[in-house]
């Protein structure tokens, strides 16, 4: 009944087709609109990164810093090892302040 009469708002099926991976182009370079901090860090992933975090909730932990290879980065996170440990570190990027970096950023549009 509801199908023929009343259009649901909450279901679009024209959008169903377009993921994410479609805007992008053959030269791993961003669209305009997709210049966000997780899309410049996949661009740089192997690189080596100083990343600067604040816990504003932590007495023990106010303010710190993680040195690193970008491993992997997503909406909400990012992945760096550092080879000097052997250690892996999951970041969420809520508590991120700014990544420095030791050579040329990659950021194309």
């Known amino acids: 009944m509801n199908g023929s009469y009343y259009k649901n708002a909450m279901y679009n099926s024209d959008f169903d087709h377009i993921r994410p991976a479609d ?15 997780e899309n410049i860090l996949r661009l740089n ?12 909730d932590s007495v023990e932990w106010r303010d710190k810093k993680y040195v690193g290879i970008i491993e992997q980065a997503g909406r909400d996170h990012l992945i760096i090892s550092d080879p000097t440990n052997g250690k892996w570190y999951l970041l969420l990027m809520i508590y991120l302040d700014y990544v420095e970096f030791n050579e040329k950023i990659n950021y194309k549009l």
């Open 45 to 56: 992933k192997g690189k080596k990164v100083t990343v600067y975090m604040s816990y504003s």
């Open 23 to 37: 805007n992008f182009n053959n030269n791993d370079e961003l669209p305009m609109e997709q210049s966000y901090v």
